[in-house]
């Protein structure tokens, strides 16, 4: 959740605390069958090779000086972390289009000069898996914690799923392109609710008013002729 013009910052950080509210009563209106995490095996165990490992522990080495940087608003080295090719992707949840470019990628990180937007911002890089997928090119999974203060404004915390590609150059690895992956609307609230359950009446009616309004977007929001595909499709069996 990286610092861009305050204007576009300010509109930003209000789209991600809506998003939060909006999200909060989402669990209330899924079943427990149909979460997502009932679809896989809880205790599969993953297959981690040493080739992976120390992969992953690099990547986690990186990370932890690119939050440095950042976390110091320390921009320049931000940047400097990235690749140099003049082609950065970056695709900020936050922001309805990909960025492409390295115009972009200043434009996004560039904070108005002279003007103090931040109060701070702690971000902490978990959960690193990579894998290569070319001799010199990798690509790595992580899951991003935040702490971020506004000027002005109450502090708040949030957390992404990261999938981001690696260039491993003569100076080291350095981003190439990066994704925020939310989780599924009703997974991350109903996680937050969890950690922060309703405590009083005040924050059960507003649950209560958030999840009324969700679900009468979520029906309206459905594509029209969905019918149709359902019925065409009612006899089908997964194949496996």
Known sequence: MPTCSATAFTQIFHRAV??????????????QSAHAEFHFQRNAE????????????????????YAKAYN??????????????????YMAEEVPF?????KRLDNYFNP???????DGID????????????ANIAVATYRLDYDIKLVGMNAAHGWDRIMAVFVETSDGWKLSA?????QGPATMVRKMMKKHPAETEDEKAAYATTSATIK??????????????????KDIEPTH
């Not at 921009?75 to 950065?88: E, I, S």
């Not at 990909?98 to 390295?102: D, I």
């Not at 971000?123 to 070319?134: D, L, T």
Request: glycine share 6%.
């Open 18 to 31: 809506c998003f939060c509210c909006v999200v909060a009563a989402l669990a209330l209106l899924i079943p």
């Open 46 to 65: 993953d297959e981690i090779s040493a080739a992976d490992r120390q992969l992953a522990a690099e990547i986690t080495e990186f990370l932890d000086e």
């Open 72 to 89: 110091n608003q320390d921009y320049r080295t931000v940047k400097a972390m990235w690749l140099d090719d003049g082609n950065p992707i």
């Open 98 to 102: 990909p960025l492409y470019g390295k």
């Open 112 to 118: 108005v000069p002279g003007r103090r937007i931040l």
């Open 123 to 134: 971000n902490r890089y978990s959960q690193v898996r990579a894998k290569y997928v070319a």
């Open 178 to 182: 990066y994704a925020e992956a939310p």
């Open 216 to 233: 009468a977007l979520s029906e309206k929001g459905v594509s029209e002729g969905f019918d149709d595909f359902l019925e065409a499709r």
